[in-house]
């Protein structure tokens, strides 16, 4: 079926390459290196479990039993000692054995690491005063974490570390940046030791996500993979879409969406799903390029797909202070439409090029039965989510605190579901490359896999589903569980389905053994890289944390966006991108997101527009997932070219084409955070939903030129300018009418008075900056108190005296909601007062959405001058 890669380099060895390590012995250093993943990923599940506890209360003695730094430490000890043992240091490095020097690193990084734990009560004893052993097996770490990071995931990060080491030892010496952060410098012991001997650093946030959360969630798309279920999501979405105009690549991208659910990485999820619809996009008749890169734009946007996103999504969780349902919730609508625009884009490619579809066995469903079942998906889901409360609620008085009856349940469902797969066929694979491709009938393609469901229903279960008497579990918890079910099905499958059908039962129990095996091995292997990036970028966040460098960096940016939040938008997107050249997306996000979040509020904040903080992360995120695509450097492109044997530089730009679509979209919800539904209803989302989906639908007809039929200059333009009223008519009604009622002086005391409870007033705050003197204005929002400003002002800690004509404002306590935003930033005890400048509260205006009828009857009117010019059916 896979028409093999001629170029040297194969995407399995770029996968290789960049993710799981090039090095593979065939000797016993090769079944250290697998004994150790597997080690690895059972350390992983045993801390996760509730053995440690269990263990400490019957022996007293604590093996890692509530001791979350201490399991971060042997988590960057395996990374650290895999990274040596199965990346090679340079290209010409032996890759059939492991040379002495790799020894030597293994066994001072490693040690290094576990001298945290085996010294850590004396540790404990001198915090800041570090021996000279400390100091010395901190540096030893150091240097061997920087040359893990070079061998496993290349230069860039390690350049950029090292400027942030430069920036805390030499940092001090720059006068202009010492007026900046206030930042002397630091001695060696004083670095090295808030790098390496505490949680401040190597050791921090990033590293403690990826040890309780990341590794679990990779750990379970990987045996889900290896047991058959990345294939069961590849077989289903050619079912569902091979036979429709250009079906290999609508499946594609589906395929893709699903895999990347489970897939942390964009080159392994451009493999995977690539070695199979790639060439039979080609055996229709898209070209190479353009069929590897439907490939590659459908596999960067798997990260952005939930309920389990990329690496980045779960430090999210950290970083921004929210539970991992609301990440889920915030990406869930930029996400699917993303994706139902690229299968448009697909779609419109291949009707300019008069493609066909898969030959397939059956009834085949049409256009509008798929539309109907993907719509009606959201209100069925919706339906899901209640039916499992509902049924939780029911169970809670029978389970009690035990979890046997729904183990019970789960159990006779498995065995259900397997008698019926067993009676069902196995999908013949297409070994002939010359025969006419054909797609799988849909319903026991769909139904002879459906038991993969399972572990993944375990795992929205346990994230979303709540009750009065039972909470939702953490993210790690759930995908703790749900790893544990997804290994009995790995094991047991295979003989259970034997067993139905009367065959060889040994056999399969031996598959099954070994795919279990085969899983634990690739979820360690694909944890080497985010293991190690997660601990070097955490010397970038303790550089941050020791010496305040995110100001100079800000400064800078500020400095030459002047102000401008468009601008700064702008060079934060091109910043992720470069970065995301050299950082895997997990690194580019930390450092990205730690440098100019901040600063994005803040310029936003001066310009009047609040932004919220998870709008700032999201778009930081999603611009480093886009730079897996980006040439020249876009490893999923070199991927996706190695199968498609087409020219990567053309692949690459040709996926980033087609992703415009997705950097559009973190533009738009930085001014319209509807889109992120945050405080919006259920059927406003399902409105934003169709409008936004109607919205990005003409932007990507728009960028391909063609619409009903191949669409001339003027009339690109007009679907444009449809598209951006359909995403901001308040751009057009701002121009109407004035957003706000403005007061100033009393008036303002009176305007906040009159609002009712819980209104959102916002204050223009203008004063001297601290560090400057210049006046720098910016804006806060506070619910109204009805009747009483004085109160709404006090209930934020924020204290307004009135003189004259102005709103004079006292520095906010630590601590009040306000203190972080403009404590600090202001002389309050300048000769020029810091003062609420103005009050402003929404207008009441007429609706927004009354500009979409003059841009829907535009559409119309495009619609009617194309029809004519069409040369074929829309589908």
């Known amino acids: 079926m896979v028409d093999q890669p001629s170029t040297e380099r194969t995407a399995d060895d770029m996968v290789a390459e960049a993710d799981t390590g090039a090095r593979n012995p065939a000797n016993w250093q090769g079944t250290l290196i697998l004994g150790t993943c597997i080690a690895w990923s059972l350390f992983q599940l045993y801390i996760a479990s509730r053995i440690p506890g269990m263990l400490a209360q019957a022996t007293g003695v604590s093996f890692f039993a509530n001791v979350v730094t201490q399991a971060r430490f042997i988590h960057l000890a395996f990374a650290i000692g895999l990274a040596t043992l199965a990346f090679p240091l340079t290209k010409t490095a032996p ?19 576990l001298y945290l734990v085996v010294f850590r009560n004396e540790i404990a004893t001198r915090p800041g005063l570090w021996s000279t052993s400390d100091i010395v097996m901190s540096a030893i770490g150091m240097v061997v974490l920087m040359i893990a990071v070079w061998r496993s995931l290349g230069l860039p990060l390690v350049v950029i570390a090292c400027l942030f080491i430069a920036f805390a030892f030499f940092g001090g010496y720059s006068e202009w940046a010492r007026n900046i952060t206030n930042y002397g410098g630091a001695s060696l012991s004083k670095a090295l030791g808030h790098y390496w001997m505490q949680t401040e650093g190597v050791f921090g946030v990033a590293l403690g996500v990826s040890t309780t959360m990341i590794f679990l969630f990779v750990l379970f798309g990987a045996i889900l993979d290896r047991a058959g279920g990345g294939n069961w999501f590849i077989q289903v979405a050619i079912a569902l879409l091979g036979a429709l105009r250009g079906g290999p690549a609508k499946a594609s991208v589906l395929s893709s969406m699903l895999t990347g659910m489970i897939s942390g990485s964009s080159i392994a999820n451009t493999v995977t799903t690539g070695t199979f619809t790639i060439p039979l996009m080609k055996r229709i008749g898209f070209p190479a390029e353009k069929a590897g890169a439907v490939e590659v734009a459908s596999s960067t946007n798997g990260q952005l797909t939930p309920p389990v996103m990329g690496a980045a999504a779960f430090l999210m969780v950290e970083y921004v202070n929210i539970p991992y349902i609301d990440v889920v919730k915030h990406a869930f609508l930029p996400a699917v439409i993303s994706y139902i625009a690229l299968l448009y884009i697909v779609h419109l490619e291949s009707l300019k090029m008069g493609l066909k579809g898969l030959e397939k066995p059956g009834r085949k469903i049409g256009v509008l039965m798929i539309a109907i079942l993907f719509l009606s998906g959201f209100i069925v889901l919706g339906i899901l989510t209640f039916l499992m409360i509902g049924l939780r609620m029911i169970l809670d008085p029978i389970m009690g605190g035990s979890i046997y009856v729904a183990v019970a349940l789960v159990a006779v469902l498995y065995i259900v579901l397997l008698k019926i797969a067993a009676s069902m066929p196995e999908i013949a694979e297409d070994t002939d490359p010359d025969a006419p491709p054909k797609a799988p009938r849909l319903t026991p393609t769909l139904i002879g896999g459906l038991y993969f469901a399972i572990p993944i229903f375990i795992l929205v279960w346990n994230l979303m589903v709540r009750t009065d008497t039972l909470d939702r579990l953490s993210p790690a918890l759930s995908a703790f569980w749900a790893t544990i079910f997804m290994i009995v099905i790995a094991l047991t499958h295979r003989p259970i389905k034997a067993a139905f059908r009367g065959h060889d039962v040994s056999a399969e129990a031996r598959a099954g053994w070994g795919d279990f095996i085969q899983g634990l091995i690739l979820g360690a292997r694909n944890m080497i890289g985010i293991g190690v990036a997660t601990g070097a970028a955490g010397i970038i966040v303790g550089t941050i944390s020791l010496t305040g460098a995110h100001q100079v960096i800000g400064t800078v940016i ?31 996000y930390i450092v990205v997101s730690s440098l100019m979040a901040p600063v994005i509020i803040s310029v936003g904040a001066q310009a009047g527009l609040v932004v919220p903080l998870i709008a700032v992360h999201m778009f930081v995120f999603y611009f480093g997932i886009l730079a897996d695509d980006t040439p020249p450097v876009g490893l999923a492109a070199y991927a996706a070219a190695a199968i498609s044997r087409g020219d990567p530089i053309k692949t690459g730009l040709q996926g980033f084409a087609y992703d415009i679509r997705t950097a559009l979209l973190p533009f738009l919800f930085i001014f319209n955070t509807d889109l992120l539904l945050i405080d919006v209803t259920f059927l406003h989302a399902v409105f934003i939903f169709f409008v936004a989906l109607l919205a990005m639908l003409l932007f990507a007809a728009a960028t391909q030129g063609y619409f009903i039929a191949k669409s001339r200059l003027w009339e690109t333009a007009v679907l444009l300018l449809i598209a951006f ?30 609002e009712p409870d819980g209104t959102e007033i916002r204050l223009q705050i203008v004063g001297p900056d601290f560090d400057t003197g210049e006046m720098r204005p910016t804006t806060v929002v506070l619910p109204a108190v009805s009747g009483d400003a004085t109160a709404a002002l006090d209930a934020q800690g924020l204290t ?20 972080e935003q403009i404590g600090p930033e202001y002389d309050y005890y300048g000769d020029d007062p810091v003062m609420v400048s103005a009050v402003e509260v929404e207008n009441d205006r007429f609706a927004k959405e009354w500009f979409f009828i003059p841009a829907l009857l535009l559409l119309a009117g495009i619609v009617l001058i194309q029809r004519p010019r069409a040369t074929q059916p829309a589908f």
Do not use: H, K, Q
């Open 95 to 113: 890759r059939d054995r492991i040379p002495a020097y790799d020894w030597v690193l293994v066994v001072l990084g490693v040690a290094s690491c």
């Open 725 to 754: 009223t359909l995403f901001r008519p308040g751009f057009w009604l701002d121009l109407v009418e004035e957003p706000y009622v403005t007061a100033s002086g009393p008036a303002a005391l009176e305007l906040m008075a009159e």
């Open 558 to 588: 500020e400095v030459i966006s002047g102000g401008n939040l468009m601008v700064l938008l702008i060079l934060v997107a091109i910043l992720s991108l470069i970065l995301g050249m050299g950082l895997p997306t997990t690194a580019n």
């Open 800 to 819: 307004v005296m009135p003189e004259g004509d102005t709103l004079l404002l006292e520095e906010p306590f630590p601590g009040t909601p306000f203190f």
